[in-house]
T-cell receptor, first 110, second 118 residues
Framework: LAKTTQPISMDSYEGQEVNITCSHN???????ITWYQQFPSQGPRFIIQ???TKVTNEVASLFIPADRKSSTLSLPRVSLSDTAVYYC???????????FGAGTRLFVKA | DTAVSQTPKYLVTQMGNDKSIKCEQN?????MYWYKQDSKKFLKIMFS???????INETVPNRFSPKSPDKAHLNLHINSLELGDSAVYFC?????????????????FGQGTRLTVV
């Protein structure tokens, strides 16, 4: 199973773009890269998922280089409500073995 | 309507007791999961069920027994509770994924059940 490494914590200010990078050096061919967001006392919430290149939705963008050994979650113009823990996951297509890492605690300041 | 709901939200009990946590999803998903989040916030998968069939049992003590009466429900029963079982337990569900790089295995999580064993 591919292990992920991401920064333990990050600080930012409102209105800034935040980029959180995740390393997954032993990612397998069938593995997807998925990011979740978790607020205190809530379950994780899906943000974005990708396989290669770039994926963008209304919430974030996900950049994946050609070797797929890392990925970067980009949050445009963060607000105070984006303060949360962000998890990078790498898992097989069945999702059954998806493993959550330690996550990155993002703290957005006014 | 809540997509994935768990009950109870809080559970305080004494060591040695037996307790159950219920989970229901109304998303029509085939796959359901139980995760445990400890005090350090690590989320670890415990069980995965697909169409009522156990797929994953990740080195969980036998005191933990999942029960899936139908595809929409996955309950977690815990026997002889121990102090170390104190954690937040999350239920989740997703569609069954197919092979190929064009699918979405987004998992929907419940609000969690905070179990405290005293």
């Amino acid at each position: 199973l591919a292990k992920t490494t991401q920064p333990i914590s990050m600080d930012s200010y409102e209105g800034q773009e935040v980029n959180i990078t995740c390393s997954h050096n032993n990612i397998a061919t069938n593995d997807y890269i998925t990011w979740y967001q978790q607020f205190p006392s809530q379950g994780p919430r899906f943000i974005i998922q990708g396989y290669k290149t770039k994926v963008t939705n209304e919430v974030a963008s996900l950049f994946i280089p050609a070797d797929r050994k890392s990925s970067t979650l980009s949050l445009p113009r963060v607000s105070l409500s984006d303060t949360a823990v962000y998890y990078c996951l790498v898992g097989d297509t069945g999702g059954f073995k998806t493993i959550f890492g330690a996550g990155t605690r993002l703290f957005v300041k006014a | 309507d809540t997509a994935v709901s768990q009950t109870p939200k809080y559970l305080v009990t004494q060591m040695g007791n037996d307790k159950s946590i219920k989970c229901e999803q109304n998303l029509g998903h085939d796959t359901m999961y139980w995760y445990k989040q400890d005090s350090k916030k690590f989320l670890k998968i415990m069980f995965s069920y697909n169409n009522k069939e156990l797929i994953i049992n990740e080195t969980v003590p036998n005191r933990f027994s999942p029960k899936s009466p139908d595809k929409a429900h996955l309950n977690l029963h815990i026997n002889s509770l121990e102090l170390g079982d104190s954690a937040v337990y999350f239920c989740a569900s997703s569609r069954r994924a197919r092979q190929g790089p064009s699918l979405n295995t987004e998992a929907f999580f419940g609000q969690g059940t905070r179990l405290t064993v005293v």
